[in-house]
């Protein structure tokens, strides 16, 4: 069993930034693939980022290329999402996610364990 527990959202201004941590209990962390998926309302679940268990591979959904970076510390059982340049688009509750079985997948059903997410609010 894996816990998530995720950190770092607000309410943060359009051309902001925020970093997100995702905690995980276990000692078989570095194991699992990781990824960060976020909900606004009225809309379906969607991938944000994805990163490996070495942290070698990463995947990215096209609306955040290059203003999101997923990361993780096998060390201190976290992975994290920086965000910056944040747009009101990006107004969602974010959730991370752990997938035991091999492969980055940008399905949510193919992720064993959810965090209870965490509100990330950008004003225009």
């Known amino acids: 069993q894996v816990q998530l527990v995720e950190s770092g959202g607000g309410l943060v201004q359009a051309g902001g930034s925020l970093r997100l941590s995702c905690a995980a209990s276990g000692r078989t962390f570095s194991s699992y693939h990781m990824a960060w998926f976020r909900q606004a309302p009225g809309k379906e679940r969607e991938i944000v980022a994805a990163?490996?268990?070495?942290?070698?591979?990463?995947h990215y959904a096209d609306s955040v290329k290059g203003r999101f970076t997923i990361s993780r510390d096998n060390a201190k059982n976290t992975v994290y999402l920086q965000m910056n340049s944040l747009k009101p688009e990006d107004t969602a509750v974010y959730s991370c996610?752990?997938?035991?079985?091999?492969?980055?997948?940008?399905?949510?059903?193919?992720?064993?364990?959810w965090g209870q997410g965490t509100q990330v609010t950008v004003s225009s």
């Open positions: 990163v490996s268990w070495s942290g070698g591979s990463t």
């Open positions: 996610a752990a997938r035991i079985r091999s492969g980055i997948v940008v399905s949510a059903y193919e992720y064993d364990y």
